[in-house]
């Protein structure tokens, strides 16, 4: 009875290894130039994806993109950017840090899955305003930093007087 049982085990064994063997011959493993990578900003390798545009403005447009740019808001306003990024990735976190005085005032951040040409709309606003002055938003890329924008709140009469101005007599920068 011993011999018996161990020739069924010994059996079944073989039939899992070849079984294993014969899935081994059909999997080939893609080459590693052909593995997608995943998403990169810093210095130990070369970024996947990469910050191409930073835009600011009063209002986004249905793709994302910023309406009608600008860089001078009053201190009410919703204050939108649009940040379009450019190579692929399956999964990278894209941050808008937002700071005032090099004090962070707000801090968003969003999974992303570019594929290409892509845009992401973040944006802030405070309840009681935004205090008159220059301010900054930087753009991380998984906690790497990779682009910026500086912006100014103004008060609110300079603001509408800005807003008011023909577009011809505006300077730009």
């Known amino acids: 009875m011993r011999g018996r049982g161990r020739a069924t085990i010994g059996a079944a064994g073989a039939a899992v290894a070849s079984a294993l063997i014969a899935v081994a011959a059909l999997w080939r493993p893609r080459p590693a130039a052909e593995m997608e990578r995943p998403a990169r900003a810093d210095a130990a390798g070369p970024p996947v994806i990469a910050v ?27 204050i939108y950017a649009s940040v379009v990024t450019e190579g692929r990735a399956d999964h990278v976190r894209l941050t808008a840090r937002w700071s005032h005085q090099g004090r962070v005032v707000a801090e968003v951040s969003q999974g992303i899955a570019p594929a290409g040409t892509a845009a992401s709309e973040f944006n802030v606003w405070r309840p009681r305003g935004f205090a ?9 890329v998984d906690g790497v930093p990779a682009g910026a924008r500086r912006f100014t709140v103004t008060d609110a009469a300079e603001t509408t007087r800005l807003k008011e101005e023909p577009w011809s007599r505006r300077s730009t920068r």
Do not use: M
């Not at 191409?52 to 919703?78: M, Y």
């Not at 008159?132 to 991380?140: F, R």
């Open 52 to 78: 191409a545009e930073v835009q600011l403005g009063r209002a986004v447009r249905l793709d994302k993109r910023i309406a009608v740019p600008t860089e001078t808001f009053s201190p009410d306003e919703t």
């Open 132 to 140: 008159p002055g220059e301010y900054e938003v930087e753009i991380l």
